[in-house]
């Protein structure tokens, strides 16, 4: 039987137990994370967009933010009947895409130009998520200035992470 293709875009978050491929194109400064519990073939992925859904007055769906999609996948997947202490993650993406022209580290930015370190600030955010909800971080292909592809399958937990600069990775 073959695995169907789920597509987890921007923003979205998906939970499932049956054996899909979901899998996340274009993370930049976005970051994919996948949870996985291999006991009992439950996992699902998020796209996030953001680290803090408090940072903002209209805060939209709980799949755009570090702080609200990984507690979300978490909650569904005990109602499918996993266990916490079994899950695990795997994240990717959290590029550095842009810089300020002129700039020789954006970091060095005055003021609160938030919007330059976003992939920076994304997987730091989704490993506190993880950490105060006690699942392990098992791999990860984080940061640089590239984008990557995340295709996560549920028959296995099997990461895989492609981009066209570093080719392919498995997690």
Do not use: W
């Amino acid at each position: 039987m073959e695995e169907e293709t789920v597509n987890v875009g921007v923003a979205e978050f998906y939970v499932t137990h049956n054996p899909h491929v979901l899998a996340s194109y274009g993370l930049g400064s976005c970051v994919g994370v996948a949870l996985y519990d291999e006991k009992r073939k439950i996992g699902g992925m998020a796209h996030i967009m953001l680290p803090d859904s408090k940072a903002i007055s209209k805060p939209g769906g709980a799949g755009r933010y570090a702080d609200t999609a990984i507690q979300a996948m978490v909650v569904e997947m005990e109602r499918l009947g996993s266990r916490r202490r079994d899950i695990k993650a795997k994240m990717a993406g959290g590029a550095c895409m842009f810089t300020i022209p002129g700039a020789t580290n954006p970091r060095n930015v005055p003021g609160p130009a938030l919007g330059m370190q976003i992939g920076e600030r994304n997987i730091k955010a989704a490993k506190r998520a993880l950490r105060e909800l006690k699942i392990p971080l098992v791999g990860e292909d984080t940061g640089g200035a590239y984008g990557r592809t995340m295709r996560f399958r549920i028959s296995d937990g099997k990461v895989i992470i492609s981009s066209i600069k570093h080719g392919v990775r498995e997690l």
